[in-house]
Nanobody, 117 residues
Framework: QVQLVESGGGLVQAGGSLRLSCAAS????????MGWFRQRPGREREFVAT????????WYANFVKGRFTISRDIAKNMVYLEMSSLTPEDTAIYYC??????????WGQGTQVTVSS
């Protein structure tokens, strides 16, 4: 089992920045990818970014457009999402995710990000 706890959400003005953190505990998997998803009001959950735990390869959703950066700290079992140039369209609950072909998929409880105009 893996437990994921997100933090770092909050209220920020348009154009501002936030750094989300995800603490993983219980177990980590070398074959896993860790990622961030978000759910905007009235919308389905969507992919934001992911990083492979072992090598650090990253992928991003098109809407990120160079504004977000995902990273991980293996020693601390942490995953981060640095977000900049935020717009009101980025308002959402952001979820941390672990996806392992051998162990399955796990989700955190989410952290709210609100961007005011």
């Amino acid at each position: 089992q893996v437990q994921l706890v997100e933090s770092g959400g909050g209220l920020v003005q348009a154009g501002g920045s936030l750094r989300l953190s995800c603490a993983a505990s219980g177990r980590t998997f070398s074959d896993a990818a860790m990622g961030w998803f978000r759910q905007r009001p009235g919308r389905e959950r969507e992919f934001v970014a992911t990083i492979t735990w072992s090598i650090g390869t990253t992928w991003y959703a098109n809407f990120v457009k160079g504004r977000f950066t995902i990273s991980r700290d293996i020693a601390k079992n942490m995953v981060y999402l640095e977000m900049s140039s935020l717009t009101p369209e980025d308002t959402a609950i952001y979820y941390c995710n672990v996806d392992s072909p051998t162990a399955g998929r796990f989700w955190g409880q989410g952290t709210q990000v609100t961007v005011s105009s």
